[in-house]
C-alpha cells in the first residue's frame, strides 16, 4: 500500500494551495480517506475526511470554510484544496486511508491504518 503526497510548498498568507494524495495497493473505493497536518512540538491534529464515495465529508473546526476535501475514484487520489491559508496552517500534511470510516469519515487518527510520508506546508505572515 503506498499513499502519496504532494502539492506542499511555501505560500503568503491570504493565498491558495492544493494538495493531493495518490493511493495504490489497496481498493480505494472501500476506504474512507481523511488529512492530517502535525506542526513543529505539537500533536498531529485532524484537517479534514472524506467516506467512500464523497457524500459525507467532515471538517475541523479551524478549516472549515476554508479547506475542501475530495476523492477521484477514477485516480484513485484524495486532494485537499487550502484557500485563505493563515501562518497558523504551517505543517506538515498527511494524507491516511480507514476502511472503518468508508461510510462515515473519521476525525481520530488511531482508526487510520495506512498513512503517507507527509509534505511540507508553509505559511508566511
Known amino acids: 500500500v503506498q499513499l502519496v503526497e504532494s502539492g506542499g510548498g511555501w505560500a503568503q498568507a491570504g493565498g491558495f494551495m492544493r494538495l493531493s494524495c495518490a493511493v495504490s495497493g489497496l481498493p480505494f473505493t472501500n476506504y474512507g480517506m481523511g488529512w492530517f497536518r502535525q506542526a513543529p512540538g505539537k500533536e498531529r491534529e485532524f484537517v479534514a475526511a472524506?467516506?467512500?464515495?464523497?457524500?459525507?465529508?467532515l471538517y475541523a473546526d479551524s478549516v472549515k470554510d476554508r479547506f475542501t476535501i475530495s476523492r477521484n475514484s477514477a485516480e484513485n487520489t484524495v486532494s485537499l484544496q487550502m484557500g485563505f491559508l493563515m501562518p497558523e496552517d504551517t505543517a506538515v500534511y498527511y494524507c491516511a486511508a480507514d476502511w472503518g470510516s468508508r461510510v462515515n469519515p473519521a476525525r481520530t487518527s488511531n482508526e487510520y491504518e495506512y498513512w503517507g510520508q507527509g509534505t511540507q506546508v508553509t505559511v508566511s505572515s
Open positions: 472524506i467516506n467512500w464515495n464523497g457524500g459525507k465529508t
